[in-house]
């Protein structure tokens, strides 16, 4: 049973252009969302998180969208640029002390 | 040290071989997680700990698998009598505030051949 589904396995978009990454969960415990970047043959990076007292958290070119009601997170990315082609994973965790669960990643490709 | 280290980077091991795998945590980060990840799909957790001691295994398979994290000693993760389907890249995190914000190692690829 996936508590964490991103049901984009990849994804195209020029450059420029706003990349949107959907992340789905079913625990309605999770109350910390991130997302995380990984390179090829990399560790996944730390990219941007949200707590479920918000629904909005802004970084930069990166935006995380919370809807609680719908289960329902999303990262936007705009302008999108090539450095940004990745997988993204979206993760989740129901308290400070329990690990991270992981979505299996949408693989980003920003076209030149 | 800022990073979180693992080594080695690459592991090949022919079944029924030990494989042994290693992780320094960031200095002054309590937690340390280990997950598989299988065909550069979805991570799977397999262990944590605070400090030294085991705070979650609830991932851990019973038979093979162990995993310490001894004071002034890289964590390790063992695997004995490594089977074909234990292949995998195994990442290291380590964090301040448990379930919040890890850090992430590259990670080491092991082959079982």
């Known amino acids: 049973d996936q508590q964490v589904k991103q049901n984009s396995p990849s994804l195209s978009v020029q450059e420029g252009r706003i990349s949107i990454l959907n992340c789905d969960y079913t625990n309605s415990m999770f109350d910390y969302f991130l997302w995380y970047k990984k390179y090829p043959a990399e560790g996944p990076t730390f990219l941007i998180s949200?707590?479920?007292?918000?629904d909005k958290n802004e970084d930069g070119r990166f935006t995380v969208f919370l809807n609680k009601s719908a289960k329902h997170l999303s990262l936007h990315i705009v302008p999108s640029q090539p450095g940004d082609s990745a997988v993204y994973f979206c993760a989740a965790s129901d308290s400070g002390n329990t690990p991270l669960v992981f979505g299996k990643g949408t693989r980003l490709s920003v076209i030149a | 040290g800022e990073e979180v280290a693992q080594t080695p980077k690459h592991l090949v091991r022919g079944e029924g071989q030990k494989a042994k795998l290693y992780c320094a945590p960031i200095k002054g980060h309590s937690y340390v997680f280990w997950y598989q990840q299988v065909l550069k799909n979805e991570f799977k957790f397999l262990i944590s700990?605070?400090?030294?001691?085991?705070?979650?295994e609830t991932g851990m398979p019973k038979e093979r698998f162990s995993a310490k994290c001894l004071p002034n000693s890289p964590c390790s993760l063992e695997i004995q009598a490594t089977k074909l389907e234990d292949s995998a890249v195994y990442f290291c995190a380590s964090s301040q505030l448990g379930g919040r914000g890890y850090t992430f190692g590259s990670g080491t690829r092991l082959t079982v051949v």
């Open positions: 700990f605070q400090n030294e001691n085991v705070f979650d």
């Open positions: 949200i707590s479920s007292i918000k």
